[in-house]
């Protein structure tokens, strides 16, 4: 299994920035992975945020665009999100996800719209 922890989450005043980190351990997929960041606010369903496969490509959900950066240190095992230019309807759960790339089309991704099989516990990001 693979284990997630998320940290830096916190409150923050619109337009300000935080950083997400995950440290991953445990079994990695020899054939491709994801790892993402899925966030859920009270009272809305759980939605994918951002992605990254094992290239380095990546995907964003639209409204983050152009205000947040996921990436990886694969030399710490450690999962990034740097949010900027922070909106109240950022305030959300964040969560660490893990999984197997998805083949879909005859081309292996990452999706923003996967249930994942790994997940951390989340961290909290408060945008007021």
């Known amino acids: 299994d693979v284990q997630l922890v998320e940290s830096g989450g916190g409150s923050v005043q619109a337009g300000g920035s935080l950083r997400l980190s995950c440290a991953a351990s445990?079994?990695?997929?020899?054939?491709?992975?994801?790892m993402g960041w899925f966030r859920q606010a009270p009272g809305k369903e759980r939605e994918g945020v951002a992605a990254?496969?094992?290239?380095?490509?990546?995907s964003y959900k639209d409204s983050v665009k152009g205000r947040f950066t996921i990436s990886q240190d694969n030399t710490k095992n450690t999962l990034y999100l740097q949010m900027n230019d922070l909106k109240p309807e950022d305030t959300a759960m964040y969560y660490c996800?893990?999984?197997?790339?998805?083949?879909?089309?005859?081309?292996?991704?990452?999706?923003?719209?996967?249930?994942?099989?790994?997940w951390g516990q989340g961290t909290q990001v408060t945008v007021s």
């Open positions: 445990g079994h990695t997929y020899s054939g491709g992975y994801c």
């Open positions: 996800v893990a999984g197997g790339t998805r083949l879909r089309n005859g081309v292996r991704s990452c999706p923003l719209d996967e249930q994942y099989e790994f």
């Open positions: 990254i496969d094992t290239d380095g490509s990546t």
